[in-house]
């Protein structure tokens, strides 16, 4: 299964959040019973950041069997380049890894809409 591509902007300096739900090919949420999910943040190829739904302070949470909400702190974002970023989202289940989603993370500006 190929990812899809979502492209989104953030405030640096504020916490953005958003809500994903995986789905098949027939548009049916996938459950996500058992799944870890995992979002690392890039500037070009240099990791700039890894949120996870595992350890003491996820960032990224499992809600119910299909909802996975990404939370990027108001630190994290303020420390964050002022360029494009890009962003690889896994599901992760025994030693297997699923990419659901990729794209960018633009910071918002006052002359953007």
Known sequence: MKPGVYNFF????????RQIIW?????????????????RLYRDDVLLAELSSSGDDPAITISG???????????????????????QLDMLV???VVRILKGTLTPWTEDQP
């Not at 789905?23 to 979002?39: C, H, N, P, Q």
């Not at 069997?65 to 962003?87: G, Q, R």
Request: net charge negative; glycine share 8%; aromatic share 8%.
């Open 10 to 17: 953030y405030d640096r300096g504020a916490t953005t959040t």
């Open 23 to 39: 789905k098949d090919v027939e548009g049916e949420a996938i459950s996500l019973t058992g799944y870890t999910a995992r979002m």
């Open 65 to 87: 069997e299909d909802v996975i909400i990404v939370t990027i702190s108001a630190t994290l974002s303020a420390s964050f380049p002022d360029n494009v970023l890009n962003y």
């Open 94 to 96: 025994g030693d297997s």
